[in-house]
């Protein structure tokens, strides 16, 4: 059974940092595609960034450069590194794994930037 739990959210004021986790069991996250998304109120999820299984990392325009995506294969996690952040960041954060038939999500864990 896979099991994502997400850590790591908060209140920060603008321009502040936050790194999110999430600890995978159930699980080897080198051998998926993971994921960070979000979703503010009134909107849809969107996709933050992606790190697949070879490494390769995908980012939304709108955090490139400010956020990285990032795997601990003998933790057996994956992380967020925020940086800069902005209000429009606000949202909750959820933790994907994706391969073949597999696609779980954590429980979320929220972000809120304040002006």
């Known amino acids: 059974q896979v099991q994502l739990v997400e850590s790591g959210g908060g209140l920060v004021q603008t321009g502040g940092s936050l790194r999110l986790s999430c600890s995978a069991s159930?699980?080897?996250?080198?051998?998926?595609?993971m994921g960070w998304y979000r979703q503010a109120p009134g909107k849809q999820r969107e996709l933050v960034a992606t790190i697949t299984r070879g490494g390769s990392t995908n980012y939304a325009d709108s955090v490139k450069g400010r956020f990285t995506i990032s795997r601990d294969n003998a933790k057996n996690t994956v992380y967020l590194e925020m940086n800069s952040l902005k209000p429009e960041d606000t949202a909750v954060y959820y933790c994907n794994a994706r391969f073949l038939s597999v696609n779980s999500w954590g429980q979320g864990t929220q972000v809120t930037v304040s002006s």
């Open positions: 159930g699980i080897i996250v080198s051998s998926y595609t």
